[in-house]
Nanobody
Framework: QVQLVESGGGLVQAGGSLRLSCAASGRTFSTYHMGWFRQAPGKEREFVTGINWIGGSTYYADSVKGRFTISRDNAKNTVYLQMNSLKPEDTAVYYC???????????????????WGKGTLVTVSS
């Protein structure tokens, strides 16, 4: 069992930056593909970005490419999301998720993720 705890959310003006962190419990963090998802009010949860277990490959939704960066520190059992040039449409609850898939990467589909954090709210004001 893995527990994921997100932090770093808050209120920021458009054009600003935030850095989210996701701390994972357990000794097998380094074997999980890790992703960030978000859910805006009235919308479905959507994929934002992911990083495979070894950290060699990263994936981004088109809406955040060039603005967001995912990284992981397996020694600290932590995955990060650096968000720059934030827009009001980035407002959402951001969730960290883990995929135990033994393959080289994840599908990054919501239903394929095995563990979820409780989320952290990011609000971007215009």
């Amino acid at each position: 069992q893995v527990q994921l705890v997100e932090s770093g959310g808050g209120l920021v003006q458009a054009g600003g930056s935030l850095r989210l962190s996701c701390a994972a419990s357990g000794r097998t963090f380094s074997t999980y593909h890790m992703g960030w998802f978000r859910q805006a009010p009235g919308k479905e949860r959507e994929f934002v970005t992911g990083i495979n277990w070894i950290g060699g490959s990263t994936y981004y939704a088109d809406s955040v490419k060039g603005r967001f960066t995912i990284s992981r520190d397996n020694a600290k059992n932590t995955v990060y999301l650096q968000m720059n040039s934030l827009k009001p449409e980035d407002t959402a609850v951001y969730y960290c998720a883990a995929d135990r898939s033994p393959y080289g990467s994840s599908s990054w589909r919501v239903n394929d993720m095995d563990y979820w954090g409780k989320g952290t709210l990011v609000t971007v004001s215009s």
